[in-house]
């Protein structure tokens, strides 16, 4: 039987619906779940749904919102969408063009050797898998995978680095991300991507979702340096299937 959400209020302007405490796809898919059908039921005094990998945070007007009432309704949803691959509609399936190694992928040798692979094969055991957009957070459009293949699990950095540039594809412990704007990290860097997850004026704004499928496409730094012309001017550059 599968357990019930344990509902933990955060002060009177939010609820954390806890399905677990372990990065375990089965509770992300419940998660990505009960967002879904509480954002079609458009309840009054909602203001934003924020999923995690385990978790989903209701954030409300207190002047609008009764706790207990919205408890109850967030407990029912949840029995409903207990199997999500039955209530939850197909995910986007995106085409991320990324360029590895090299100045783009600074760490992809030190993957590569971690996992006894050549840099070669490093990339293809990443490439041939599926992410899963799992969460997006940390900084604007930053999108935490899951999917990462075991063999390339590699903890991270003992010194995190203050900068790393924008929409760096990246490794830390067991998740990969593909990340946004430039800023602090402590993942290994194995490549980058001309595409822009957060672009402010583009419409839409952020390009990957919660529930998102991710494909990484090898390309070479001259197919990028095009790409990445395209997307300043907002093209979106990842293509759905």
């Not at 109850?72 to 999500?84: E, K, N, S």
Request: hydrophobic fraction near 45%.
């Amino acid at each position: 039987m599968t357990a019930r959400p344990v509902l933990r209020p955060c002060g009177d302007t939010a609820i954390s619906v806890d399905f677990g405490d372990l990065m375990d796809p089965s509770l992300t898919e419940r998660v990505i779940a009960l967002e879904a059908e509480l954002r079609a039921l458009e309840f009054p005094g909602v203001v934003e749904t924020v999923p995690s990998y385990r978790a989903l945070t209701v954030h409300v007007d207190p002047l609008a919102v009764h706790h207990d009432g919205l408890a109850r309704i967030i407990l029912d949803l949840a029995a409903q969408t207990a199997d999500p691959k039955g209530s939850v509609t197909e995910p986007r399936i995106w085409h991320v063009p990324v360029v590895f190694g090299g100045e783009s992928g600074v760490d992809l040798a030190h993957v590569a050797e971690r996992a006894n692979l050549s840099q070669s094969a490093c990339i293809e055991a990443f490439v041939t898998a599926d992410y899963t957009v799992a969460m997006v957070g940390f900084l604007p459009g930053f999108s935490y995978l899951a999917g990462l293949p075991a063999k390339l699990a590699t903890p991270r950095r003992a010194e995190p680095r203050a900068r790393i540039p924008a929409s760096s594809v990246s490794i830390g412990g067991a998740q990969a991300a593909l990340g946004s704007i430039e800023g602090p990290s402590g993942w290994h860097l194995i490549g980058k991507s001309p595409v822009r997850p957060y672009m402010s004026g583009r419409d839409p704004v952020f390009l990957f979702s919660p529930g998102d499928r991710l494909r990484f496409e090898p390309i070479s730094a001259t197919e990028a340096d095009s790409l990445a012309r395209a997307a300043e001017a907002g093209a979106p550059v990842a293509w759905t299937a």
